[in-house]
């Protein structure tokens, strides 16, 4: 049984005006208890997955403890299933196969990571891509089949910048993954060596787009969706990452680039123009605000049924204005936090609620990344779960997995 932490906070949050006709959410409230659980990790992508089971990713850490008390090994990335619900006894993730996307450089740190007999320990210095850091984000699970976006994070462009990212699946009933090009992606030879030509999907694109994704979630396995395309939200780059754009994609086509269609514009009917196979002409689908941090704030976005509506929640990795946005210092402070609603998926979306530096109850906190669980939902669709990582303390005592519960407040 994985430990679990419950921490009593107190703390006072404001409800923002979203005065619009009919049913619409108008503010948040959180229920006093956070979860803090596990041992290092963060950005804790979800998806409701065909057995019932959450998945969820984490990077830069080792997760949870084994059930004897033990340390597992350290990932820059890998992917948990957790079989029971919030906050209960039964909360009890364990990993699942997944290719080696342990990080290279942390050799002496945490021991050992390439292996003895792997030809990549005879590549002279230079000759590996630069910067092998590899970090999981947008995950889902779709008919049985799970996808997961890579994002490489190239460091000679500077910190924190993400030059592209590689999608992986794993077929229904299968352990193995592939990457979207058909070859093995449990093979870590061929991807650090950069063998049999480019293996990630997206590539020094043009403003660095696509660079990292997240995916919109539709209940159980997919099964709320009703007009068949998967739908795809990144940060447009680094230096212009205020900016969000969409993609969507037919979801039986989603490996094949030249299948995509980019968003452009909303249309005065609701729907919205796409644009396919061209990402030079993709518009903005939203826009945050001026100085919105750039690293690690992918938002995450539900599907809620009982509402009728989509919730996006997401947060810069520091306060608006608060900072320099592209520096090499991010958790400054902690995390701005916004919540918005919409009707489609490509919305538009309205705020109904923000807050410039989140703290939970802690003054160390150093908030970012918060996630939706797209399974722990109440009857009534009023109550979800936030999941979020937080830096403070040097990355320490909670730079894990951090769950609070929400009430979504309705006019």
Not at 299 to 326: A, H, R, Y
Not at 377 to 388: A, K
Request: with cysteine.
């Amino acid at each position: 049984m994985k430990k679990i932490g419950l921490y009593l906070i107190v703390f006072v949050v404001g409800i923002t005006a979203c005065q619009k006709s009919g049913k619409v959410p108008v503010g948040i409230t959180f229920n006093q208890m956070v979860m803090r659980s596990g041992d290092r990790g963060d950005n804790w992508f979800m998806t409701w997955g065909e057995d019932g089971a959450l998945y969820t990713n984490q990077c830069d850490g080792r997760g949870w403890i084994n059930d004897d008390g033990s340390k597992r090994d350290y990932h820059n990335n890998v992917i948990w299933r957790i079989l029971g619900g919030p906050g209960t006894l039964d909360f009890n993730p364990e990993p699942i196969p997944y290719p080696d996307y342990s990080r290279t450089g942390f050799t002496e740190i945490y021991g050992p990571i390439i292996p003895p007999d792997s030809r990549i320990e005879f590549v002279p210095p230079g000759e590996l891509r630069d910067g092998w850091n590899w970090y999981g984000y947008g995950l889902i699970s779709v008919d049985g089949n799970m996808y997961q976006f890579i994002s490489h994070c190239a460091e000679k462009y500077g910190w924190g910048w993400f030059d592209g990212s590689q999608l992986i699946w794993r077929p229904k009933g299968q352990d193995r993954w592939l990457r979207w090009n058909g070859t093995d992606a449990h093979d870590r030879d061929r991807w650090l060596l950069n063998e049999g030509g480019n293996q990630l999907m997206f590539f020094l694109e043009p403003d660095l787009a696509f660079s990292f994704i997240s995916l919109v979630q539709f209940g159980k396995d997919y099964s709320e969706n009703r007009d068949g395309y998967i739908y795809l939200y990144s940060p447009e780059g680094k230096t212009r990452s205020l900016n969000l754009n969409l993609a969507r994609v037919k979801k039986e086509e989603i490996t094949d680039r030249t299948k995509w269609e980019y968003f452009v514009r909303h249309l005065e009917n609701g729907n919205a123009e796409w644009i396919q196979g061209d990402l030079t002409k993709r518009g903005v689908v939203h826009r945050f605000p001026k100085g919105w941090g750039f690293y690690s704030w992918s938002p995450s976005v539900v599907w809620n049924e009982k509402l009728g509506l989509f919730i996006m929640v997401t947060g810069g990795t520091q306060p608006p204005g608060s900072g320099d946005p592209l520096s090499n210092s991010p958790h400054n402070k902690s995390g701005s936090l916004m919540f918005l609603w919409a009707k489609n998926p490509w919305g538009p979306w309205t705020k109904f609620y923000f807050e410039k530096e989140w703290k939970v109850g802690e003054e160390m906190n150093r908030t970012y990344l918060p996630q939706l669980a797209p399974k722990w939902i109440s009857e009534d669709g009023t109550e979800m779960f936030v999941v979020f990582s937080d830096a403070g303390g040097g990355h320490g005592p909670y730079y894990k997995w951090n769950m609070i519960k929400i009430k979504i407040l309705m006019n």
